[in-house]
Every structure is written in structure tokens, then in C-alpha cells.
């Protein structure tokens, strides 16, 4: 069975910093794409940045803050969030194509991030 784990999320202070961490569990052959989404309340999930193809991908909103990195030997997608807006605040969650039998769509349980003072 295929998971992806988040964590990372949590309250910090407009200007400060986090990073999440996401790992992809189970079995599959590789990863087609994975990133990071966020959702905030009453608005539409939007894509904030992900890897697909050998290329990144970063929403306008947090290009020159946010850089999204990864470890292929750890299935593992990072964000490291730097000069955070309290218009970040949203949960944040993570995506992953998957190849198993065919290309599957997989997500995070989600985590919290809360920009606030």
C-alpha cells in the first residue's frame, strides 16, 4: 500500500521559516512527479511547487521564498518555506504521480501551516 507521509507544519511568525518533509511509502517502480499543494480556508487547492519531468515548477505567489528539493534515494520531497506571509497560512498538502501499474494519483494526509503573529 502506497502512503505519503507528511511533517513539518506548525505556527510561526510573519518573516520566520519551516519546511516540510514528505516521504513516499509502499511499493511502486518510480515517481512520475511530486510536490506540494495548499489549501486555505474558503479557497480553491492550489499548486505551490512541485518536481515533474526533471524540471520545477513554483507558483508566482512564492517564487524567491520557497525552494523545493528532494533525495530519490529517500523518496522524499522537502519545502523549505523562508519569509513567510500570513497569506501562506493554509494546510499544505503533498502530491505524488506514482508508476505502479499504471500512473496514480496519490495524497498527503495534509499539515497545518499557520502564519500569524
Known amino acids: 500500500q502506497v502512503q505519503l507521509v507528511e511533517s513539518g507544519g506548525g505556527l510561526v511568525q510573519p518573516g520566520g521559516s519551516l519546511r516540510l518533509s514528505c516521504a513516499a511509502t509502499?511499493?511502486?517502480?518510480?515517481?512520475?512527479?511530486m510536490g506540494w499543494y495548499r489549501q486555505a480556508p474558503g479557497k480553491q487547492r492550489e499548486l505551490v511547487a512541485t518536481?515533474?519531468?526533471?524540471?520545477?515548477y513554483y507558483a508566482d505567489s512564492v517564487k524567491g521564498r520557497f525552494t523545493i528539493s528532494r533525495d530519490n534515494a529517500k523518496n522524499t520531497v522537502y519545502l523549505q518555506m523562508n519569509s513567510l506571509k500570513p497569506e501562506d497560512t493554509a494546510v499544505y498538502y503533498c502530491?505524488?504521480?506514482?508508476?505502479?501499474?499504471?500512473?496514480?494519483?496519490?495524497w498527503g494526509q495534509g499539515t497545518q501551516v499557520t502564519v500569524s503573529s
Open positions: 502530491n505524488a504521480k506514482l508508476v505502479r501499474l499504471g500512473v496514480s494519483d496519490y
Open positions: 518536481f515533474t519531468s526533471g524540471s520545477m
Open positions: 509502499g511499493s511502486f517502480f518510480s515517481i512520475r512527479a
